[in-house]
């Protein structure tokens, strides 16, 4: 069965730090990964996705993360925090059919 | 280009109760995913629809049922409300459905379903 399990459901930084956010997943075929973003009372939104190709994938705002298929894991990482970037991030993964899998969320706060 | 759209924002039900939550898929989109996510939680899939056709379902009782409409929105049905079904209910619309590859999906702000 395909899986998403994101290490710590809150994560604390100060302003300027670096910033990483972990997740593995399980699946028995090549995954579809993404991480999502969402702001209090607001809706999804994509920050990155890995489909195929290369295993280090850039998103918005700073945002990147690497596929290690080796180590199942598919970490979030920003070099350095803004206040901005307090949020609740979703690592997820699609099913070939397209449905989402999503993991528990971690929310990240950010201090001045 | 008008991005996917819920109504109502709030919802507020008692027990046993019936509700419709609707979604606007965006303009070009012809499939439509509902998740809902409880308190402190990911969301979880429901169901899916292509083309006014059921197209996967999660691990939801009959009493969650849905609707595609020829415009490709779509409704979320919930019969015998339960305090267990408060959650946040989000629609996400994508503009194909093909078997091996992704396409997007865009999210709407999401429906907040409380249940006394």
């Known amino acids: 069965a395909q899986s998403v399990t994101q290490l710590g459901s809150h994560v604390s930084v100060s302003e300027g730090a670096l910033v990483l956010l972990r997740c593995n997943y399980s699946s028995s075929v090549p995954p579809y990964l993404f991480w999502y973003v969402q702001y209090p009372n607001q809706g999804l939104q994509l920050l990155l996705k890995y489909t195929t190709g290369a295993t280090l994938v850039k998103g918005i705002n700073g945002f990147e993360a690497e596929f290690k298929k080796s180590e199942t894991s598919f970490h979030l990482t920003k070099p350095s925090a803004h206040m901005s970037d307090a949020a609740e991030y979703f690592c997820?993964?699609?099913?070939?059919?397209?449905?989402?899998?999503f993991g528990q969320g971690t929310e990240l706060s950010v201090k001045p | 280009e008008t991005g996917v759209t819920q109504s109502p924002t709030h919802l507020i039900k008692t027990r046993g109760q019936q509700v419709t939550l609707r979604c606007s898929s965006q303009s070009g989109h012809n499939t439509v995913s509902w998740y809902q996510q409880a308190l402190g939680q990911g969301p979880q899939f429901i169901f899916q629809y292509y083309r006014e056709e059921e197209n996967g379902r999660g691990n939801f009782p009959p009493r969650f049922s849905g609707l595609q409409f020829p415009n490709y929105s779509s409704e979320l049905n919930v019969n015998a409300l339960e305090l267990d079904d408060s959650a946040l209910y989000l629609c996400?619309?994508?503009?194909?459905?093909?078997?091996?590859?992704?396409?997007?999906?865009?999210f709407g702000p999401g429906t907040r379903l409380t249940v006394l």
């Open positions: 996400a619309s994508s503009p194909a459905y093909g078997q091996g590859t992704y396409n997007e999906q865009f």
């Open positions: 997820v993964m699609a099913n070939q059919g397209g449905k989402l899998i």
